[in-house]
């Protein structure tokens, strides 16, 4: 579960505080599929990146599984990162000196999972990119390198999944290959998936869409459990 209880950022702007995000509380239940939508600026990115613990909040705590981010040190935040969350960016962030098997495979042989090279081989194929494990990034197409970056992020089994933007960068036919891949990840795996996005298409077919205007929660359909 992801709890928000009061949470803000302020960050400095030419010597002035920016809000980016007013105090805001917000409960994802385990296996949610939510979408945060809104305007370039509104504070998704920002959102994501605080549930991640990539950001500190200015204000209020973020909760993970009854853990309070906010009262970690670096060192456990990383931990917990590794063990619960997987994070999906727009522009893709693979290592270009990598095959995609590798780059799959990098965050296992970090963690010291002993089966990394199997568990690599079958997130390459779960995303149906078998026959291209041995390519780089510059020869992949800017699905298949999503595709890559969503088996990245399962590769340590995470409970939550992050994704910012997922088909940003995308023409509308893969695009439409990325939201059916990640819903299939959150109904087969039961995964807590929350998106950032501007895509009307993505955003319907998630169990809940919060929209932010200004740093504000401006509107909120679907379920909330």
Do not use: W
């Not at 599929?33 to 973020?62: E, F, H």
């Not at 095959?99 to 970090?110: G, K």
């Amino acid at each position: 579960m992801i709890e928000l209880r009061g949470v803000s950022k302020t960050v400095m702007s030419g010597g002035e505080p920016l809000t980016i995000l007013h105090p805001l509380d917000l409960c994802v239940p385990a296996g949610q599929l939510l979408a945060v939508t809104g305007r370039s600026g509104s504070g998704k990115s920002t959102l994501l990146g605080l549930i991640a613990g990539l950001d500190a909040p200015s204000g209020g705590q973020v909760v993970i599984d009854g853990v309070d981010l906010t009262g970690l040190g670096e060192d456990r935040l990383a931990r917990l990162r590794g063990e619960k969350i997987g994070f999906v960016f727009q522009f893709f962030n693979l290592i270009p000196s990598l095959t995609a098997f590798e780059n799959v495979l990098v965050p296992m042989e970090i963690a010291g999972r002993r089966d990394a090279s199997e568990r690599a081989r079958q997130l390459v194929g779960e995303v149906g990119l078998t026959t291209r494990g041995h390519h780089y990034p510059s020869q992949l197409s800017g699905g298949e390198q999503q595709r890559v970056a969503i088996a990245r992020a399962l590769a340590n089994d995470p409970a939550i999944l992050l994704a910012d933007e997922p088909t940003g960068n995308l023409d509308s036919e893969n695009g439409s290959h990325i939201i059916d891949l990640l819903v299939a990840i959150n109904r087969s795996r039961g995964t807590t998936l929350v998106l950032a996005t501007h895509d009307v298409t993505l955003a319907s077919r998630t169990d809940r869409q919060v929209t932010l205007s200004d740093g504000h929660v401006a509107a909120e359909t679907g379920r909330t459990e």
